[in-house]
């Protein structure tokens, strides 16, 4: 077991979705027999916008693996490529930040999700390349977004389950706390929802043959 954690949230270990986020890796590791799991953690916050280099490379008609590996953002997306590869599982925690993912997880998408590396563009459309392994995501927001109680949109969750599905991954499981905005007692009720939540999920990754890794 190689988890694999991008933490998205401005707050870092402070923010209520790196919370969830422990919650997942707890019962992860409880579940799979593994006390202390591998976590390879990645600050998506700290993460510098892709430059001129990577998008000159992606551009072009060559592997942009060649002799500008070593340069900049490109040699930045190669090491997270590398970590999305290795890991048997990948845990995203993250804010809604105006409908959506927050920048820092737009800057780390934009590094992973690069063509012909991670997805090829075939007649069919995009192809991802990466073996399919589970990823659960860990959101937390000030408001609902999903049921009853929702008042606003929510371009997160289907935006990302599209984006990871062009890389691969298709086992992509969502958690929530959502509306931290209403209070003490309203962010108890939504952190009960999201433990019943994870109670009641069947965490299979680890009981199937670790992934072939792409
Ligand atoms: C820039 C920004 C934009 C936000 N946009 C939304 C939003 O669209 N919907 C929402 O429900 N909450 C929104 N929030 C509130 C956060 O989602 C909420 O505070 C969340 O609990 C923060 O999680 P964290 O502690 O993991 O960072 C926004 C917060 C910030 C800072």
Redesign the pocket.
């Known amino acids: 077991m190689n988890i694999l954690r991008i933490n998205c949230?401005?707050?870092g270990r402070?923010?209520?979705?790196?919370r969830l986020s422990q919650r997942l890796v707890d019962r992860l590791a409880r579940a799979a027999g593994v006390p202390e799991p591998r976590i390879t953690e990645v600050d998506a916050t700290a993460l510098p916008h892709v430059d001129d280099d990577y998008a000159a490379a992606l551009s072009a008609r060559v592997d942009p693996d060649g002799d500008t590996l070593g340069r900049g953002a490109l040699r930045q997306s190669t090491e997270l490529i590398e970590s999305l590869r290795n890991a048997s599982h990948i845990i995203i925690?993250?804010?809604?930040?105006?409908?959506t993912v927050?920048s820092s997880l737009k800057v780390w998408i934009d590094h992973v999700v690069r063509v012909r590396s991670t997805f090829e563009i075939t007649p069919q459309g995009k192809v991802g390349t990466l073996a399919d392994r589970p990823v659960y995501v860990a959101i937390?927001?000030?408001?609902?977004?999903s049921g009853e109680a929702a008042r606003?949109s929510d371009f997160l969750t289907p935006y990302l389950g599209y984006l990871l599905g062009t890389i691969g991954l298709h086992d992509v499981n969502f958690f929530s706390?959502?509306g931290?905005?209403r209070g003490a007692e309203a962010l108890e009720a939504a952190r009960a929802r999201a433990e019943a939540q994870i109670a009641a999920h069947v965490f299979t990754g680890f009981a199937r043959k670790e992934p072939a890794l792409a």
């Open positions: 949230s401005p707050r402070a923010s209520e979705s790196y925690a993250t804010p809604m930040h105006n409908f927050p937390s927001s000030g408001g609902e977004f606003q706390v959502q931290t905005a």
